[in-house]
Nanobody, 126 residues
Framework: DVQLVESGGGLVRPGGSLRLSCVLS????????LAWFRQAPGKEREGVAA???????????RYADSVKGRFTISRDNAKNTLYLQMNSLKLEDTAMYYC?????????????????WGQGTQVTVS
């Protein structure tokens, strides 16, 4: 079974930075398109960033408008790890952040198109 485990969340002040990590196990890492989602209390899950399976020369990426220019998604296929570098954090970035994986769909930001999910890591900007 595919397992995704996130880490790196925490409490940060506005304007600060965090880097989230997500390790995939139980399947071939490079077979999966990957993404980060977030969900704040009382809100729907929102797609943040997605990345292609390949990283050479540069993995194609897609971002939600709300994070463009501040967040960077990347993957290290040798380490089976997905990253989300978050800079210039704002109060409204506070949410539970989830990584997601799927073999089928390219650069999607809709949660229904991802089959596998991690348990989440909390990011609080305050």
């Amino acid at each position: 079974d595919v397992q995704l485990v996130e880490s790196g969340g925490g409490l940060v002040r506005p304007g600060g930075s965090l880097r989230l990590s997500c390790v995939l196990s139980g399947d071939i890492f490079t077979d999966h398109y990957l993404a980060w989602f977030r969900q704040a209390p009382g809100k729907e899950r929102e797609g943040v960033a997605a990345i292609d399976r390949d990283v050479d020369p540069d993995g194609t990426t897609r971002y939600a408008d709300s994070v463009k220019g501040r967040f960077t998604i990347s993957r290290d296929n040798a380490k089976n790890t997905l990253y989300l570098q978050m800079n210039s954090l704002k109060l409204e970035d506070t949410a539970m952040y989830y990584c997601a994986a799927d073999r089928r769909y390219y650069l999607r930001l809709q949660s229904r198109e991802y089959a596998f999910w991690g348990q989440g890591t909390q990011v609080t900007v305050s």
